[in-house]
Every structure is written in structure tokens, then in C-alpha cells.
């Protein structure tokens, strides 16, 4: 009795790997019906000042038989301010790619279209697809991808404008002086600037007070793709700035003396 049954067992299993194995290959998310796959690429940086568009891969893929008639793409903008509604475009070929004008043109946020000027870094256009088949399908996709806005740096000359409420220079993370300033560039380039002080010679090229305050000028060559601003402290609760982008606007003011911590400074000014 029991090789009965271990005979009965054995020839089940083998008649259900044979049924399994008969009706491949198939696109499991279609339900095991003959169809097609894609596997766009996930993640795409876009840098406003720089980036003329983007292009984003689709990767199709369609069994023999299938014909792909178009990628459906839906695209959406999401933002700080608020989101846009979605748009739907009908895509012939495995390539979606947008110049800048047509990425903001039709995702308007609360009714005005966006540009680089107006995003914050951060700020994300998000793409999901589905994909029209000859025998009239319509096959959804999981996949998705997310266009992120980064931004890169007005170039030009910047202008840091600096105070010392003692009139003694700048006391950063040294009693005695300290670093100034430090503007780091993505491909390596520090670039420094601070007030003078009488008690010990700066490691970079400071600038001599007139009293209680001067100004220095950083310079960011065009085609710079992140600048990354950092302030060293304030041993004793004297210093104060302001920083001027090329094209005059006040980026950002320190306030009072002593109000500002070491770390990043938040500086965003996009190039046009």
C-alpha cells in the first residue's frame, strides 16, 4: 500500500512540472499570457543651468507575436510649492526624452509653469507607464521613474560682505582666527574668504578690515555642477555676513552678530 501511494505521489508531481513547463515563456504580471516586459531605468538627475533635457531608456521587450504599439508614459511634478496634475503622452520607440522646455511646459503647479529658477533642489518629476499591445492589451508597469532637480550654482562672482561687531577680525574656530568661509566646487576646489585678524596670519587670503567690516569676491567658473558653502563658527559671538549672487540678489544674511552656527549654508541661487 504504501508504494502505491509513493507512485501515485511521484507521478503527480511530475505531471504538474510538465503542465507548468508547457506554456512558457510568459510575462507573469500579464497573467501568464504571451506579452511583453520593461524595465525602465529607475533614476534620473537633472540639473537646472546645465541639463538641456533628459532621456530616459525604456527598455522594452516583446514576446514573439507581441507587437508593442506604444508606451503610455504619465508624468507628474511634484515640488515643494505644491503638485502639478498628471499628463499622458503616447510614446513610438524605446527612448522618452523631453528638452527643458517641454519638461515644465504642460505640469503647471497651481497654475504657472515652473523653471529652474523656481524648483528647490529636491523637487521630483515622477514617470509611470503602461504599454498598448496589436491584440488591443493594455499591460500596466510597476516600475517607475523619478527625475530629480538639482541645481546647479549661478556662475560668476559672488560677493561675501563681512563684519566683525569688536573690530578685531574674524574668530572663527581658533580664538586667535581660524578658518574663513570655504566654498567647495564638485570637482575639488576649495575656495576661501575672511576678515584679517591682528593675532595670527591666515592660512588664505583674508581680507584686511576697514574698521569693522569688509568684502571678498568667490568666483564660480560656469559649467560648476555643486558649490557647497561652509562656515567655521564663532568663538566669540562677533561676526555677521551677507552673500550676494552674480546677479545682485541677497542670497543669504547671517543677522546679528553671533546668530550663525557652524555648518552648510543653505545657498541656492540656480544658474539662468
Request: net charge negative.
Amino acid at each position: 500500500m504504501k508504494n502505491l501511494l509513493k507512485t501515485g505521489l511521484f507521478s503527480l508531481t511530475m505531471m504538474l512540472i510538465i503542465t507548468a513547463c508547457g506554456d512558457e515563456p510568459f510575462d507573469v504580471a500579464d497573467g501568464g499570457q504571451l506579452g511583453a516586459i520593461m524595465a525602465p531605468v529607475g533614476n534620473v538627475t537633472y540639473i537646472g543651468g546645465i541639463s538641456t533635457g533628459i532621456e530616459v531608456p525604456l527598455n522594452t521587450f516583446s514576446n514573439e507575436g507581441v507587437t508593442i504599439t506604444s508606451v503610455n508614459v504619465v508624468k507628474q511634478l511634484f515640488t515643494s510649492d505644491g503638485n502639478s496634475d498628471p499628463i499622458t503622452y503616447e510614446v513610438d520607440g524605446d527612448v522618452f526624452s523631453q528638452s527643458t522646455s517641454e519638461l515644465y511646459a504642460d505640469v503647471p503647479v497651481g497654475g504657472t509653469v515652473k523653471s529652474n529658477s523656481t524648483l528647490t533642489p529636491g523637487d521630483t518629476w515622477v514617470l509611470s507607464y503602461s504599454m498598448s499591445l496589436a491584440d488591443g492589451r493594455i499591460m500596466s508597469i510597476g516600475s517607475r521613474t523619478t527625475i530629480t532637480f538639482q541645481c546647479a550654482p549661478y556662475p560668476g562672482d559672488w560677493t561675501v560682505v563681512m563684519h566683525d561687531s569688536y573690530g578685531d577680525g574674524w574668530q572663527t574656530n581658533d580664538g586667535n582666527g581660524g578658518d574663513g568661509i570655504q566654498v567647495t566646487l564638485n570637482d575639488g576646489i576649495v575656495l576661501e574668504v575672511g576678515l584679517c585678524n591682528p593675532y595670527v596670519s591666515s592660512g588664505f587670503a583674508c581680507t584686511a578690515t576697514a574698521g569693522f567690516e569688509g568684502s571678498a569676491t568667490v568666483t564660480i567658473p560656469s559649467g560648476t555642477v555643486e558649490a557647497s558653502w561652509y562656515f567655521p563658527g564663532d568663538q566669540y559671538g562677533e561676526i555677521s555676513f551677507e552673500i550676494f549672487g552674480p546677479d545682485g540678489s541677497l542670497v543669504f544674511e547671517s543677522g546679528a552678530p553671533g546668530n550663525q552656527g557652524a555648518g552648510i549654508l543653505p545657498i541656492i541661487l540656480c544658474a539662468p
